[in-house]
C-alpha cells in the first residue's frame, strides 16, 4: 500500500483521463508539430496550440502565441530570466526563493554582473520591495506559493509596484498552478511559468513560460525552429523564438486534460480540499511538543520536523510505512533558511487533489507509532 | 487512410509497448526522481537510470552517469556545445548540419567570440578537416547522418583525427541513432546526442547527451538538482549538473521500450528494411525526367522535386492522398546548400521501422497520379 504525500514534488495519483490523452495522442497525432504541413503533423501543432489555449484560459492572459514550451518550469524560468536580463542590471527576488530562480540569477551575477536584492516576505512584502528597486531595477522575480509551506505571496499587490515603476514581473507558478486563481493581466505579471507535473495534474516533461504583450527575450538555446529556418538567430517572434527542436506533444496532450480536471473542480475547491487533508493531520500534532512546525500549515503543505531528529531519518521511518513524504532542503536552501528550519532541513508532508482521506488518518496513526516506539 | 512517410522528423506509429511503458509509468512510478528517497520517487529514478544504461548499452559508452536527459536533441547539442566551447574558440562542423548545430554555433561566434570553419562531405572529410584545424581548434562537431539524405559521415575516421589532435569530438546522433550502430568509444566519440522519438522509437519530450570519460561542462540552465541544494552552482558532476527541474519520467518509459525494440531488431536489418522500401519508391522514378532527386538515397530517405514545381506544391498534394512527407528546408539549410535544391528546398520522403510494404506502393501509385494528371 502506497500512501503518497508527496504532491509538492508532483502529484500522484493523474486523473486517469490525463493517462489515456496521451496514449491516444500517441497514437492519432504521432507527427512533428510544426514540422511539415501534412495532417499528422498539423495534429500535433493543434494539441500544442489546445494547451497552449488552455494555459492563457487558466492564466487570463490573451495570446497563446505567448505561451513557450520548455522541459519543466526551471528551463521556463531560465529562458525568461537569461533572457530577459541584461548585463548591469539590478534583479529583486523573494527571501522564499528556490534554487529555480536562485540559481539562475546568481548565474547572471557570475557570467553577466548583474546585481540582485532580495526582499522579506515576513512584513510587507510590498514596501519590502519598494525600498529596494534602484534606477536599473529590470525585474522582480518571485514564486507565486512556496514549495515549502505553500505560503502564498500577494503577486497583485506586487504587481501593481512593478508596473508603477517600469520593472518586468517574472513569476514562479511552480507550486500555485492550479490551486490558486492567477490572473496575469490584473496582476501586472509578465512573464508566469509553471509547470504540467505539479498542480496541473498532468505529465513530467513538459513546462510553460506565457509571455504577456510584446516580450520579446533572446533566445539562449537555439536550433530548429520549423520556420524561417535560414536565418543565422531564432525568429523574432514567441512561441517560435524559444522553441528550439521537436516539442513534447504527448505529455502536451496530458496536460491539457489536466488543466481540464482543475477546471471543472476549481482552483479554490482544489486547495480547500488540500488544506483540509493536511489540517487533519498538523492540528492532531499540534500540542505534540515533540513535533516543531514551520510555516502557516494553512495549504495543502505541512513543514514539520521531530525535534533531535533528522528529516531524512523521520522521512525514511514514514517510507516504511508506505507514506511517501519529501525530507531536507526542497532545492529551497533560501527558503528554509529564512524559515529557520534546521541544517538538514525538514519533513514536508503535501496533499493533492487526488489524496484519499484514509491517507490523513494513515499518515497520523504512523507517526504516532514512530513517535512513541521507534525513535 | 494514413500513409506516414516522415519518419525523419518524427517516427510513426511507434511500437505499441512504447505506449503501454509510458501509461504504466504514469501509474506506478508516479514519483518525482531525485527529489526525496521514498519508494515511488526512487521507482522513477530507477526507471531514467534504466534509461541511462540502454542508452550506454546501445552507443557503447561506459557510464549511465555520464547521460544527461533534455526535452530533445537540440536541447542536448546546446548544453554539450554553449558548455564545452569557450571564448576565441576554433571548432569546426560539417557542410551538412542541421540548424540544431548550426544556430548555437552561430551563438556563439556572435556573442562569444568563436570563430567556426565548415569543413566538406564531398570528398574526404578527414583531410577537409585536418587542413581546417588550428591551434585553437576545441571541437569537431558534426551530424552522422543528414536529416535530408540519411548519408552517413565517417564517424569513426573523423574520430580518430579528432584524438590524434586533442579536439573534442561531439556527434549529433538525432537521425543515426537506432539505423547505424555506433561505438562512441572506437570512434572516440567525446560527445552524442540523441533523440528518443526519431530511430530509437520512443515519445518525444526526451533526448539526451551522452558524455564519454571526464567531460565536465558549465551548466547553462540552473536550477534544482536535487542534489548539493546549498550551492550556488549546479553540482560538480553529471548527471546533475546539466539536469534542472524535473526530469521527464514517462517519456524516459517509453525511450526504454523503443530501445529494446532497436535492440531486438538490430540497427543494420532495420536499416536495410527502410532503405528496402525507400528503394522500391526511388528506383520507381529513377527515369521519370519530370523527377530530379538529391543525395544517395541508398538509405531510409528519398529526397526529391519534381522539376518546375515548387515542394510545397507536391507535398500538398501529397497529403491530399493521405501521404505525409516533409517539404522545404528541413530546418537545415547549409546542407540543402551543400546538395544545391533550389531556394524553396524539396520534398523529403523517409520510412521508418513500422512502415508496411503497401506504403511504398501507395506512395508510387499517387505520385505517378500527380505527375500525369493533377500538376
Known sequence: MINYLDNAATSYPKPPSVIRAMERCMEERGGNPGRGSHRLALLASEKLFEARSLLCELFSSDDPEGVAFTMNTTYALNLAILGLINEGDHVIISDMEHNSVLRPVEWLKRYKGIEYSVFSTRGDACESIRSLIRKNTRAVICSHASNITGRLLPVGDIGRVTREHGVLFIVDAAQSGGLCKTDMKKSCIDVLCVPSHKGLLGPQGIGAAIFAGDILPRAVITGGSGALSRDADMPPYLPDR??????????????????????????????????????????????????????????????????????????????????????????????????????????????????????????????????????
Not at 492532531?284 to 531519518?313: E, H, M, T
Not at 511517501?324 to 503535501?350: I, M, Y
Request: proline share 6%.
Open 242 to 375: 524559444l522553441e528550439a527542436g521537436t516539442l513534447p506533444t504527448p505529455t502536451a496532450a496530458g496536460l491539457c486534460e489536466g488543466i481540464r480536471y482543475v477546471m471543472r473542480r476549481g482552483e479554490a475547491s482544489i486547495a480547500a480540499f488540500e488544506a483540509g487533508i493536511i489540517r487533519k493531520i498538523s492540528e492532531d500534532f499540534a500540542d505534540d511538543k515533540r513535533i516543531c512546525s514551520y510555516g502557516d500549515a494553512g495549504g495543502g503543505i505541512w513543514l514539520f520536523n521531530v525535534r533531535g531528529v533528522p528529516s531524512q531519518k523521520v522521512s525514511e521511518l514514514l517510507d516504511r510505512k508506505g507514506i511517501c513524504t519529501r525530507p531536507g532542503l526542497h532545492c529551497a536552501p533560501l527558503a528554509h533558511k529564512t524559515l529557520g528550519t534546521p541544517e538538514d532541513g525538514a519533513v514536508r508532508v503535501s496533499a493533492g487533489p487526488l489524496t484519499r482521506p484514509w491517507q490523513a488518518d494513515h499518515f497520523v496513526r504512523s507517526l504516532r507509532e514512530i513517535l512513541d516506539g521507534e525513535l
